[in-house]
Each structure stands twice: as C-alpha cells, then as structure tokens.
C-alpha cells in the first residue's frame, strides 16, 4: 500500500497540476537494497573499489549516482591518491510520467557526468599528487556528456514512497530500495 497517490507527479508534464502536499519523489536518495545485477556485479570492478549508490530525483533527471574509491590492491602506487579519494559517475536520465499512471516514470538516457566531490586547489599538480590522477583532473575537469538525443532506457514503478523512504520495481522485476539523504555526499 502506497500512502502517496501519485509518488510520480514531479514527473508529470508542466501542463498538469499536481498535489504538492504529498511526499515528493525529487530530492536525493541513497540504495540500501537492491537485487538488480547491474548494480549487484559493480562490486568485482577489478579497477575501483565501490562505494555508496544512490539517485538524484531534480525534475525532469533522474540520475543514478554511483561512488567510486581507489581500489585496495592500489594503495601502493603513485598518483592512485588517498582512502578519501572519490569519483562520482551520475547516469543521467529524463524522466516522463502521466496522471493516467501516477506510479510510473519512463526513463529515457541523456547523458553522463563525472566528477569529484571534493574541491581542487587549483593547481592540477598538486590535486594529481594529493588525490591521484583520475581524482585530481576531475576536480579541475568535470565531465558532464548531454546530446540533443535521447534513448530509451527503461521504466521504474513506484510501489512505495514517503518522506524518507521509497521502493521502486524496474521494468525487468528487480527490486530496488532506498533512504532520503541526510548527509549530502553527491
């Protein structure tokens, strides 16, 4: 049971008035359950070390935000920076959603971002020396990808959704559970 009629309505086109004293699904959330092998299998990538996982709900994106640290196994290498060095990758998606379906919200694939959410000195040596390579030029050099096109990239049903806690179901069955942000990391 949703206690939240239409947990979609942020994603509903601008012509559509939505009720605005329920809870919304835009804000920033944090994964803690999920059973969808694409995000269950980031845990072997052999070249980074995985870190928290969310989504970022600002209308019309949805972007699913992944944390990634240095890997244990690079420790020891020069330019492989600190165990505080992080790199966040935001898959970036439009969101659309209908009054006629006010649980679900079509994705399309818009582009990608990366970036560190630590800020740099300035000076691309010295972040390169006291954060690593890939750390230290994203602080001087975020990447942010968005083309004029779009693709399909699939469809999440909203089965529950409060203040502070929400469960989604994808397109193809897989669960996917989450908390409201009270730390703000990406």
């Known amino acids: 049971l949703n206690p939240t009629r239409e947990p979609a309505a942020p ?3 601008t012509t559509t008035v939505a009720d605005n004293s329920q809870p919304s699904l835009a804000g ?3 994964l803690i359950y999920t059973d969808a092998p694409d995000i269950t299998s980031l845990q ?3 070249t980074a070390k995985l870190g928290r996982i969310g989504q970022e709900c600002k209308p019309p994106y949805i972007k ?3 944390e990634w640290r240095r890997p244990d196994w690079a420790a020891g290498l020069p330019f492989s920076g600190t165990d505080d060095s992080r790199i966040i990758q935001k ?3 439009k969101g659309k ?3 006629s379906k006010p649980q679900q919200v079509d994705l399309d694939l818009a582009g990608i971002e990366l970036e560190s959410p630590s800020s740099g000195s300035g000076n691309l040596l010295e972040d390169i020396q006291n954060n690593g390579f890939p750390v230290g030029l994203l602080q ?3 990447v942010q990808l968005e083309g004029p096109l779009t693709t399909y990239f699939g469809r ?3 089965l529950f959704l409060d203040e502070d806690f929400r469960i989604v179901r994808t397109n193809q069955g897989f669960i996917a559970a989450n908390v409201r942000d009270e730390e703000d990391w990406f």
């Open 91 to 93: 898959v970036c998606t």
């Open 64 to 66: 699913n935000v992944i």
């Open 11 to 13: 994603y509903y086109d």
């Open 28 to 30: 920033k959330w944090t």
């Open 44 to 46: 072997s990538t052999p």
């Open 140 to 142: 001087a050099n975020p």
């Open 97 to 99: 959603a209908s009054p």
């Open 156 to 158: 999440q049903t909203i």
